[in-house]
């Protein structure tokens, strides 16, 4: 179960918009990074997100370059979920890549306000919010065992181990 505020913005929102591009080189670690999270979008996302929050996004979220930071800069934040009403595929694996869940899900997002409630239980497969309560497709198994060891990366480190342990 996921629960947290909604952060609702619009379509097309972009890469650079996410992360700022001249922040691309120079930001480093987690907490510098994750301050610039939407600054030139949402100055107040980034000091005031808290853990859990839900991004909400129109059509085509995440579109632009492949710029990784992108999805990290949610991540770092404590991001619980982006939910749109559809995603730039970059952006999308970026973001599963990540460890970030991306709902697609048009009648959720266009129904939720921004800055209220938002739950998103991931067993029932259901966002619920002021308006009701919406289904979301279900993840393929791969995309979930990605989400639950916390990212890629983890997820082959984690294969690794067992092939290892079982050698």
């Given at each position: 179960?996921?629960?947290?505020?909604?952060?609702?913005?619009?379509?097309?929102?972009?890469t650079?918009?996410?992360?700022?591009?001249?922040?691309?080189?120079?930001?480093?670690?987690?907490?510098?990074?994750?301050?610039?999270?939407?600054?030139?979008?949402?100055?107040?996302?980034?000091?005031?997100?808290r853990?859990?929050?839900?991004?909400?996004?129109?059509?085509?979220?995440?579109?632009?370059?492949?710029?990784?930071?992108?999805?990290?800069?949610?991540?770092?934040?404590?991001?619980?979920?982006?939910?749109?009403?559809?995603?730039?595929?970059?952006?999308?694996?970026?973001?599963?890549?990540?460890?970030?869940?991306?709902?697609?899900?048009?009648?959720?997002?266009?129904?939720?306000?921004?800055?209220?409630?938002?739950?998103?239980?991931?067993?029932?497969?259901t966002?619920?919010?002021?308006?009701?309560?919406?289904?979301?497709?279900?993840?393929?198994?791969?995309?979930?065992?990605?989400?639950?060891?916390?990212?890629?990366?983890?997820?082959?480190?984690?294969?690794?181990?067992?092939?290892?342990?079982?050698?």
């Amino acid at each position: 179960m996921i629960q947290g505020r909604a952060w609702k913005y619009g379509d097309n929102v972009n890469t650079d918009v996410l992360f700022p591009g001249k922040h691309t080189y120079t930001a480093k670690g987690r907490e510098e990074i994750a301050s610039h999270a939407l600054e030139d979008l949402d100055p107040a996302f980034a000091p005031n997100v808290r853990e859990g929050d839900v991004v909400i996004g129109g059509r085509n979220f995440g579109c632009g370059s492949s710029r990784e930071q992108a999805a990290t800069c949610l991540v770092y934040n404590g991001v619980g979920a982006v939910i749109a009403q559809s995603f730039a595929r970059i952006f999308y694996r970026n973001a599963i890549n990540n460890g970030l869940l991306a709902i697609v899900c048009p009648e959720a997002a266009q129904a939720i306000r921004g800055q209220e409630p938002v739950s998103i239980d991931l067993e029932r497969r259901t966002i619920e919010c002021a308006a009701g309560c919406f289904e979301f497709p279900a993840l393929s198994a791969t995309v979930q065992e990605i989400l639950e060891a916390g990212g890629l990366v983890e997820q082959v480190k984690r294969r690794l181990a067992s092939v290892r342990s079982n050698s």
